[in-house]
Each structure stands twice: as C-alpha cells, then as structure tokens.
C-alpha cells in the first residue's frame, strides 16, 4: 500500500519574518491573531500560571527570532478537539507566542490536568526559527509534580541523564520557567512526534 | 481526532543541521530525537479558523489596501491540502506571508533596501473548503538578498503555515515558482534531500486559476500527515 502514498511535503525554515503574518497582534500589526500567548480570561477554570523561558543556541547565545508554540489540556485533562470551534469565550489550549518581542517566549495559561492514568501534566511545545528547516517538538513537565512524572511513560522514555530538559521549574513567583537549548551538554531532549 | 499518524518522512524533511545554510549549525538539535508513542497530546488539534475569518483575510490584494492597490502582478494561488493518502483535508487553517512585489516584507526588521509598498500588507489565511482547498489573491513577491553567503539571493516565495487534522500534522513550508533561477543556488529549498519532494514545493502555472484580465494563475497542492489508512489487503 505505500507505494500509492502521497510523498509529505517537505518543512521549509518560518524564517525570520513570520510576525506579521503568524503572530500579528503581538508585533503591533493591523491584522487579528489566531492565536496569542495570552490564552486564558479572568474566568479561565483551572490554576493560572505563567510559562516562560529563553531559548540558546550551541554557543550559548539568547536566539531572538523563533516563535514558540504550545498545546495543552484544559484543567481537567481534556484536550479540545475539532468538534468544538475555538471562540474566545473558551480555553483552546493553544498559544502561540513570538520572542523576537522580548527576546524570550512567555504565556498566560492554566496547569493542564492529567489527560489520563498514567500520564503526568505536560504541555506539548513546537519550536519555530530561522536557521531550523524542520521545527522541533518536545514537551513542558512541571517540577512539582514529580511523583506522577515519574509514572509517565514518555517521560521515563527519555534517558535519565536528559530529563531534567523537560522539566519547567517554579520560581520564588510562582512562574514556571523553562529554557531551552538547542544543542550543548544541556541540549533539550526533542521528540520525533 | 486522527486514530493514528503516519511518521514524519525525513527522506523529505531538511535535517536539521544542513551546512549549506549557515545559521542551522548552532541552533538545530544535535541529539537524536526521541520515538514518542502517539498519545491524545499528539493526535489532537483544534479546527482554527472557522469562527475568526474577516473579509479580505485571503485577499493580499485588498487587505493592506490604503489610498490604492498594491503594484506588482497579480496572482492567484489555489491549491488542495491532502493526506499522504489523497484524502482531502477541509476545515484546515492555511496561514500565508510574503514580501511585495520588490523583495520587501513589512516586518520591522526587514531592511533590505527596496521599497515598502503602502498598499501591501503581505499576510492573509484562509480556511479550506470541502475539497480540502484554498486559494489566495495576492501579487507576485519579489526575490531579496539575504546573508547566508556572498551575493545570496531567495527565490520569489510565500511562507504557508498550516494546521492539520492532529498536532502532529503541524507544517511550516514554502511555496516556489515555476522558472525561477535562483532555485538550483537556494540552499533553503534544496535542504529538502528528496528531489521529487523538492519538486512538489514549485508551484504550477495554472490556466484554470488565471483570471482574464486580471490575474495569473499558480496552483500548490500541500500534502499533510494525516490518520494512517487501514491496509486493504489482509
């Protein structure tokens, strides 16, 4: 049956001029987002928090021009799907935020809830960039929550040495921080999803 | 929700260290990734779109529109977005950019030294239809000069970001012309290590799509991962 397959096509680099188009709202241009970095309203269900970090490049270096995504479960663990059209009124779970704004990615949203057994919280992240041809996907676990980590199997898929690149830590804010590391000893585990 | 997901093919996808252009050798990852086993994290995604269209948001022609309309020519870009299985892809969000007709993007950091035009914005999207299909109007973008090596230059272009059925599905590509020859010098289009695959991301000139008159015609389908099929034969 694969030889009938259609080939995918192939992923092209978001390069460095993505704002106006993909993220518009946050770059001050005249053209509603899809999708923002502030993704929940005052009477969002659930535990508000705030996701942030800086993203490295192999020489250590703060890279600017990447846009980060993220999808997530709401607070019961329950993923929103195509049959429920994504108005502003409801939590989508989706944000979209670019760091060439403040040299760092940073989102408004809500801890997610176990989408099952078994399954730690964790928020699925897209890396986009100048310089990548392909984005990258890897995954936010939260450092409080390291009993159900620990059952998780994507988690404990990862080599032991590495998991702490999955890990958002709390600072004394309150805000979860997590950086990422596009290579180096610190390289953040990305997953071929 | 897509039940299961076909792999992504990196025989077509650029690795992510590609020495031809410069800047992947210190921002792509260099450890192998991690096999994920499909969980609802994966296979899920919401249906963007639908409720957040304006008027004119697939039309590049009239939406940065102020006191006239944009120079260049004018194009309309239509094409199908599938799954590997030539199943058509509806209710898809296709999200486009792309500099004017002079190689000029209005982003704040663009600083090539050609003209904005006032009338163009650049970026639109669109939602496809039953067939799976989308179409733009717009102008024909320019090629610019860019810093990956001495007198480097990107082929004329449109930046395509589209959504899926799942959040696997997620694509970011570019489209290309038909005749272009910058394409054999564009390390960004020929990272791509398939050269059929390549291929797919020229569009083709389209009668069909041309408007009398008015605009020519570009056709570019956009094959996504989509639910794997069940094998017919036992």
């Known amino acids: ?193 | 929700m897509s039940d299961k997901i076909d792999k992504r093919d990196w025989d077509v996808h650029a690795p992510y260290i590609y020495p031809g252009y410069k800047s992947t050798a210190f921002r792509g990852p260099k450890k192998p990734l991690i096999p994920i086993k499909h969980s609802l994290s994966e296979l899920t995604i919401p249906a963007f779109g639908h409720e957040q269209m304006q008027k004119h948001d697939n039309d590049l022609t009239k939406n940065g529109k102020v006191d006239g309309d944009p120079l260049g020519e004018r194009i309309q870009v239509s094409g199908r977005v599938l799954d590997e299985y030539a199943r058509p892809q509806p209710g898809i969000l296709v999200e486009i950019w792309q500099a004017n007709a002079a190689g000029r993007y209005i982003h704040i950091v663009d600083q090539h030294d050609a003209p904005i035009d006032p009338n163009f914005f650049g970026g639109g999207r669109c939602v496809t239809d039953e067939d799976g299909r989308y179409t733009f109007m717009s102008i024909k973008p320019g090629a610019y000069p860019w810093g990956n090596h001495h007198n480097a230059w990107r082929p004329n272009h449109i930046h395509f970001s589209l959504f899926g059925m799942s959040f696997a599905s997620r694509l970011v590509t570019q489209m290309f012309f038909p005749g272009d020859p910058l394409l054999p010098l564009d390390p960004i289009y020929n990272a791509s290590p398939d050269p059929e695959a390549r291929k797919s991301l020229i569009s083709k000139f389209s009668q069909e799509y041309s408007i009398p008159d008015f605009a020519l015609g570009y056709e570019f389908d956009i094959i996504l991962r989509g639910p794997t099929a069940t094998p017919m034969e036992g």
Request: aromatic share 10%; with cysteine; net charge negative.
């Open chain 1, 1 to 193: 049956m694969t030889g009938n397959k259609l080939k995918q096509t192939p992923s092209q680099t978001v390069g460095p001029y993505f704002s106006y188009g993909l993220t518009p709202e946050q770059g001050d241009y005249d053209l509603k987002s899809i999708a923002s970095p502030n993704m929940t309203k005052e009477d969002t269900p659930g535990e508000h928090i705030t996701l942030h970090g800086n993203i490295y490049d192999g020489n250590g270096e703060i890279i600017a021009d990447a846009m980060i995504e993220i999808w997530q479960a709401n607070a019961e663990g329950q993923y929103l799907d195509r049959g429920t059209a994504p108005t502003d009124d409801i939590f989508t779970g989706f944000g979209r935020c670019d760091a060439q704004i403040d040299n760092k990615f940073h989102f408004k949203t809500i801890k997610p809830g176990p989408i099952a057994d078994g399954h730690a919280p964790h928020i699925n992240m897209i890396v986009f960039m100048r310089g990548m041809l392909s984005h990258a996907f890897t995954r936010v676990y939260f450092d409080d929550e390291m009993n159900l980590n620990e059952q998780d199997a994507v988690f404990c898929s990862v080599p032991e040495d590495r998991r702490h690149t999955l890990i958002a830590k709390k600072d004394e804010d309150g805000h979860y921080q997590f950086d990422l590391h596009m290579q180096g000893d610190n390289e953040t585990v990305f997953f071929d999803v």
